[in-house]
């Protein structure tokens, strides 16, 4: 009778919570079921013995579905021993198999009347065995698993609380080895509904990892762990062999060893998958698919490297991922220093290295000789220093030339691609002629302070001889004092000597292929009383003069004084026009003799000025080529000019452009007439100008590589110190000859100098207007003058003192602008913060890598107080000391305080508007290639790094380096 209740409130407790349904769908992903009894439709068959004991029951769940369940509930009765069997089950390979077992259990203190024979425990067992329908097994045969105890049982009161008493417990066996097993309950006297029984083993299910797929695998016995070797997924293969552990419990342990794609795919999630069209992948190494890098190309997918554009190549050792690469443009810019038989080439690197860091430089060399001007390769007697071939330095020293022999130097510029292209290399030529000695000195004739030479030509000049120089010094003084005369004629009167003094003379030649080499010294004593002495009897070397020759030479002189009168008046020129002088005196001054400069506005009739100084040119010899700029009057173009019984030369051709006032023809020509007076290789030559037809033109050599400003702007970084220095050594030179014959220039600046193919810079612009309206940089002063005034002395600003001091002045400005490669001076300032800074003290600070000499001589040259400034004369030899001690230029200048708080800060998004802004946006393909995407990626940039990527100018990488550092200061204002 008790049965009847308790029956029903087992079931009821059973039934809301538990769905066979749910209970299904949630298995854990690495659990294989063997038995599960709420999936069982029907019977679940198991055994139970005896008959009284155990009692299947069916029941329904909430959505119908029939459940199937055992209880027994003998509580009244003692002595109580009721198994109940399973079916086999197999174990299906598994070693360890879990048991897990819900059931309901009912407390015996709350069944009133129950004996103290009530239990609230049942036991486990089980039996392996090959045999899946054994009927019987005895008790002692099973193996016992455990007690189980029911964690909650209920009470009458839950029944009425309807509150839920489910247990659920989980045991496991292990090292099972036969095909299957029973399990069985055994109850002692409790009373209790087992619900459900799911019997399970564990695996590790199918895995990828590393790229290594791992299959199901079923756990071990005990804690043993299955080891298991993975295989590489599709377009993988094996970088280390890959295994993992499956432990007892269901999980992968300990993955070793991985594979990886192979090249031309990439990984994604758990495969690999190809690259796509334009990118590559080279090694299995690699993780992902790179774009192709700059010049290449991938039409297809899974390419495991990318093809050069056409052009373009990649040498063996190049890294696939590097950009392809060309061969690179020729060397420029090459400058000759001959040195009797032997001559320094140098030359700039390429303008475009092909991309690559590996150029170096081939010299082919070629002589010359004879009429027919015969070549032949120059042969193992002529050396190089210090080699021929694959020189990293652009400088080669080649010695051992014969003497008045014509050189071909043809200078290539190679990398590691240019074998493959199959153009021919990009090279530049320098010709060269070696030295032709003036031979002996024939004539002399001496008075007390006067010397009279003359000698003979070269035997076989390469070309018309277009001036001697004459160098001479007082015996054992030449170092601290030493004269240079020129002159055309192969004789020369040298005045201003001193009485009874012995002096050395060397004479060398000129040709349009430079100058020969000078002559043997000879030593020449003048006179101690006022005398004509005639040819020392104990010089051997020297021809004793004629009375005839010395007269000749007497009217020779005489006709040049008279040559050079007719177009004086105002002229203090005393020596013959064709003569020149130029004075390497520390501290002398001027020899009479050196001419003066005579302002054309001196001539009443400045037509005659004109004819006085230019040579008029039949407009026929002209050949005009093409428009190079524009100038004040009207155009500036560039052309050729070929004068009868001369060689055809470049020229550049400025002209007058039609409609024109006489006013503006006289300043036109003006500048012709201030030119034609100088004659100075650092000074622009004036050919002549053509007047007598329309337009009127100013014919002047022409300079390849045009003003110094745009020029330098172009190169930033490219030049040695001492190329920089030997430009304004050039410069300065030019303006010592300009101030020594008085004339002051007033417009100094860059943009104001050429510069011709073999770097010589020159000064121009001599206009008489330009400093009033040729010049875009002069402005109005407020005593209404126009003036440059970032270029312009204090003293010249404040009341127009337009000196050679304020040349100098300017002069110190053009070597800040050769240094900076073209930088403004003052960069943005205004003008009148200029003449404020200015006038408070400030000077412009050194520019980047300045030597501190060089900053020192600008520094003297911006001194207030105009006579402290140094002359051009000590400025010349101040740079031709540098020049010949390059250590002395290694201290470099630190950048200043107030050039940091200056210098513009960069407000820039990207790397590429950062190289923008720093006008070095050629590497943008090299920063991009080498991963610097981001401006945050070149905060830390170092020199190797950019070695690496390409940039191998000396100077741009310090450029970068520094502009680094002050996007680095500069911090928040980098909008990254
Ligand atoms: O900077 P550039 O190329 O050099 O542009 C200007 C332009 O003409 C207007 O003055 C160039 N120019 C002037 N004189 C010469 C010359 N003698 N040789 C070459 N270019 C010249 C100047």
């Not at 029903?8 to 538990?18: D, E, I, Q, R, T």
Request: overall charge negative; charged content about 25%.
């Amino acid at each position: 009778m008790a049965l009847l209740w308790i029956y029903p409130s087992l079931l009821f407790f059973l039934l809301p919570s538990l769905t066979p349904s749910q209970a299904l769908r949630n298995y854990p992903e690495n659990e294989v079921t063997l038995l599960d009894s709420m999936s069982a439709l029907g019977d679940l068959g198991w055994e139970a013995y005896p008959a009284e004991g155990w009692e299947e029951i069916s029941v329904m769940d909430e959505s119908n579905t029939p459940m199937r369940s055992y209880q027994v509930c003998n509580v009244m009765e003692a002595n109580q021993n009721n198994w109940l069997r399973t079916r086999h089950i197999p174990r299906d390979g598994a070693q360890r198999v879990y048991i897990e077992i819900k059931f309901t259990l009912r407390d015996c203190n709350s069944l009133p009347g129950v004996p103290g024979t009530c239990k609230e425990t049942f036991n486990m067992y089980y039996y392996e065995s090959n045999n899946p329908n054994l009927w019987f097994i005895k008790e002692s045969q099973y193996v016992k698993i455990d007690t189980i105890a029911a964690d909650e049982s209920f009470t009458q009161t839950d029944v009425g609380d309807r509150v839920m008493k489910l247990n659920t417990e989980v045991r496991d066996i292990s090292n099972l080895s036969k095909k299957g097993f029973y399990l069985a309950f055994q109850d002692v006297g409790a009373c209790i509904a087992l619900v459900s029984l799911r019997v399970f083993y564990k695996k590790c299910p199918l895995t990828v990892l590393n790229l290594a797929q791992f299959p199901d695998t079923v756990t071990g016995g005990d804690s043993a762990l299955v080891e298991v070797r993975g295989s590489c997924v599709n377009d993988s293969e094996e970088f280390e062999v890959p295994r993992m552990f499956c432990s007892a419990d269901g999980g992968w342990l300990v993955p070793i060893g991985r594979c990886v794609c192979k090249p031309g795919f990439e990984e994604h999630k758990d495969y690999c998958q190809p690259c796509r069209t334009g990118s590559y992948k080279a090694s299995a190494m690699d993780a992902y698919c790179s774009k192709c890098p700059p010049h290449s190309y991938s039409h297809q997918e899974k390419a495991s490297e990318c093809s050069c554009d056409k052009g373009y190549y990649r040498a063996d050792m190049d890294p696939r991922s590097m950009a392809c690469t060309r061969p690179p443009s020729a060397p420029e810019n090459p400058i000759s220093t001959l040195n009797e038989t032997s001559v320094t080439l140098e030359w700039s690197p390429p303008r475009d290295t092909g991309g690559r860091g590996d150029v170096a430089y081939n010299v082919h060399c070629k002589k010359c000789s004879g009429e027919g001007r015969e070549c032949s390769p120059c042969g193992s007697g002529v050396h190089f220093i210090p080699r021929q071939f694959g020189l990293s330095l652009a400088k080669v020293q080649v010695t051992d030339l014969l003497s008045n022999t014509n050189y071909t130097f043809s200078i290539e510029a190679v990398n590691g691609v240019s074998d493959l292209s199959p153009n021919p290399k990009q090279l530049v030529v320098v010709n060269i002629t070696t030295g032709q000695t003036v031979s002996v000195i024939l004539k002399e004739r001496k008075s007390k302070d006067s010397i009279t030479l003359a000698w003979q030509g070269p035997d076989r000049p390469n070309g018309a001889i277009v001036e001697y120089e004459v160098i001479y010094y007082e015996k054992n003084q030449r170092d601290q004092n030493y004269t240079v005369l020129k002159t055309k004629a192969n004789v020369m009167t040298v005045e201003g000597l001193k009485p009874g003094t012995t002096y050395v003379f060397r004479v060398r030649a000129r040709t349009d292929g430079g100058y020969g080499s000078y002559g043997g010294e000879i030593e020449l004593e003048t006179s101690h009383e006022d005398m004509l002495a005639i040819g020392d009897p104990n010089q051997s070397t020297i021809l004793a003069v004629s009375i005839a020759g010395g007269i000749v030479l007497l009217i020779f002189l005489v006709a040049c004084f008279v040559v050079s009168g007719r177009h004086c008046g105002y002229i203090k020129a005393k020596q013959d026009p064709d003569e020149e002088k130029m004075q390497f005196q520390h501290g002398r001054v001027k020899l009479p003799g050196s001419r003066t400069y005579i302002h054309p506005h001196t001539y009443e009739d400045p037509n005659q000025a004109v004819r006085d100084f230019a040579k008029e040119i039949d407009a026929s010899n002209i050949r005009i080529e093409r428009v190079i700029g524009a100038g004040e009057f009207g155009e500036v173009c560039s052309g050729r000019l070929k004068l009868p019984s001369k060689r055809e030369i470049y020229v550049a051709i400025k002209s007058l452009k039609a409609g024109y006032s006489e006013k503006q023809r006289r300043d036109f020509l003006s500048e012709a007439s201030i030119m034609g007076q100088f004659d100075h290789p650092n000074i622009i030559r004036l050919e002549g100008v053509v007047t007598r037809c329309k337009p009127v033109m100013i014919i002047t050599e022409y300079m390849e590589n045009g003003s110094l400003d745009t020029f330098l702007k172009k190169h930033d970084g490219q030049f040695t110190v001492i190329q920089l220095v030997g430009m304004m050594r050039g410069i300065a030179s030019g303006m010592k000859y300009l101030s020594d014959m008085n004339y002051v220039h007033r417009d100094l600046a860059a943009r104001n100098i050429l510069v011709n193919s073999n770097l010589v810079c020159k000064v121009s612009d001599f206009g008489l207007s330009r400093v009033l309206e040729d010049d875009p940089e002069a402005a109005y002063t407020t005593r209404g003058g126009k003036i440059p005034i970032r270029w312009t002395a204090p003293e010249a600003i404040a009341y127009r003192k337009f000196t050679s001091a304020s040349d100098v002045w300017s002069y110190g400005i053009v070597m800040w602008e050769v240094i900076s490669y073209g930088e403004r001076p003052y960069w943005e300032m205004s003008n009148q913060d200029v003449i404020k800074a200015i006038d408070e003290g400030y000077r412009l600070p050194p520019p980047m890598d300045c030597p501190v000499v060089l900053h020192q001589l600008m520094l003297d040259c911006w001194e207030k107080s105009r006579s402290d400034r140094p002359k051009f004369g000590h400025i010349v030899n101040t740079l031709d000391k540098l020049i010949r001690n390059p250590n002395s230029l290694k201290q470099l200048a630190n950048i200043s305080v107030w050039e940091d708080a200056t210098t513009p800060e960069l407000s820039v998004n990207t790397v590429e508007e950062w190289l923008d802004a720093i006008k070095l946006g050629q590497y943008k393909d090299n920063f991009a290639t080498a991963g610097y995407v981001t401006l945050d990626s070149i905060l830390y940039i170092s020199i190797n790094e950019l070695r690496k990527m390409g940039v191998t100018l000396v100077g741009h990488q310090k450029k970068i380096l520094s502009s680094v550092q002050s996007l680095q200061a500069q911090g928040t204002h980098v909008h990254v």
